[in-house]
Every structure is written in structure tokens, then in C-alpha cells.
């Protein structure tokens, strides 16, 4: 399944790092971007590349939610539903996809599109109720609003991110951005809205 291309692309992962086991992390993210998720092959070949038994990248793999010991949607939703999320709306939004996309919790839609998870804080409480696609992020989401962004991923044409890339990556091109590769977007859309500076910016006026 890995090319040597891939091959080549994993080790100036691991060159990055003065100890070559400080690369488990984004070499799980690397293999995701491949597979869709974490493959038993790819935590064999991470094992391998960084001579450490496979238990200690399956430790690493299964401790952390960010890596799927099974295939996800091309576009993974997750919906916020710790306290000040749930509170403003969180708790409906994840009820009311679960029953639109007929998914429970961890599932995925019949044509592979899209899953849904519950996640914790994703620290921007200042934008709950949050809803995360890929990890990038809709604010203010409604259970309404939540439903069309669902529906527009599974057309093919979901709306850009309130915040970061102008248009939405797909699970398997974010996962290579968190193994590190540049996808030349980091510059892209609004990086921080008003309401994360007002603190800032009161801080300048003396208030």
C-alpha cells in the first residue's frame, strides 16, 4: 500500500527529530492521509521505520481520538458537546444530525461522506455552540444550519470553514497537514474573529 514515495515522505518525518520515536505522532497522521485512517500495515511500517515494538504505536494511536482505527467520512463532523456548547445548543445540534444523517455516535453515512462524533472542548467557547468538520471550525452553528452544512458535504460542495482554509479540506488532505506537510493554506481566511481579540483589545484601551 505505501509507495516509495510515501517511504520517502515518512522519513524526512522522522529526520525532523533528534529522538526518531518523536515522529510516532505525525508518522500516524502521514498514514491516515493514505489509508483514511490507521491501518494495522501502518502501524507495522511506523514500528519498523522507528525499530520500537508495534504496542508502542498501537499505545499512541489508541490513546489520542484524533487517529480512527477505522474508515471516517471524508468530511468527519464533530459536534462540541461539552458544557458551555451543550449548554447554548450543543446537545440538539448532535441529536438532531444523528437523526438526519441516520448515524449514531462513531458512524458513518452509507456513501462514505460524512461521520459524526461527539467531541470535547476544542477551546472556542467564545463561538459555541462550535461544530468541527476535518478539525477546522463553524461557529454559532444551530441545529438547522448544522443539518445544511451536513448535507451540503454530502453534495460535494460544502461551505469554507468560519475560520481558516477558505474551502473545506477533505479528512484525508487535513490529516497530511497534521503529519506536517504544507499545503500552502496556513495563511488562508479569518485566523481570529472579535470576538477572541476583545479581551485584546480592551486590554490596549485600559478598560
Not at 42 to 70: D, H, N, P, W
Not at 82 to 109: P, Q, R, W, Y
Not at 130 to 135: E, H, K, P, T, Y
Request: hydrophobic share 35%.
Amino acid at each position: 500500500m505505501f509507495s516509495d514515495q510515501d517511504l520517502a515522505v515518512m522519513d524526512s518525518i522522522i529526520k525532523r527529530y533528534p529522538r526518531s520515536r518523536s515522529a510516532i505522532m505525525p508518522l500516524l497522521h502521514y498514514v491516515q492521509s493514505k489509508a483514511g485512517y490507521v491501518t494495522n500495515e501502518g502501524i507495522e511500517l511506523i514500528a519498523q521505520l522507528l525499530t520500537i515494538e508495534t504496542a508502542e504505536v498501537s499505545a499512541v494511536a489508541t490513546f489520542y481520538t484524533q487517529y480512527k482505527r477505522k474508515p471516517v467520512g471524508e468530511y468527519h463532523v464533530g459536534v462540541c458537546t461539552n458544557t458551555l456548547c451543550a449548554v447554548m445548543g450543543g446537545d440538539e445540534i448532535f441529536a438532531g444530525l444523528k437523526s438526519h444523517l441516520g448515524i449514531e455516535n462513531d458512524g458513518v453515512t452509507d456513501d462514505g461522506k460524512v461521520s459524526l462524533e461527539h467531541i470535547e472542548c476544542n477551546a472556542a467557547c467564545d463561538y459555541a455552540p462550535v461544530v468541527m468538520a476535518n478539525w477546522e471550525f463553524y461557529d454559532n452553528q444551530t441545529v438547522q444550519s448544522s443539518k445544511d452544512l451536513v448535507d451540503a458535504m454530502r453534495n460535494g460542495n460544502p461551505p469554507g470553514p468560519t475560520r481558516g482554509p477558505n474551502s473545506l479540506p477533505t479528512w484525508k488532505e487535513n490529516s497530511a497537514v497534521l503529519a506536517g506537510i504544507n499545503d500552502g493554506r496556513a495563511n488562508e481566511g479569518l485566523q481570529a474573529g472579535e470576538p477572541t481579540l476583545l479581551g485584546l483589545k480592551l486590554s490596549k484601551e485600559g478598560k
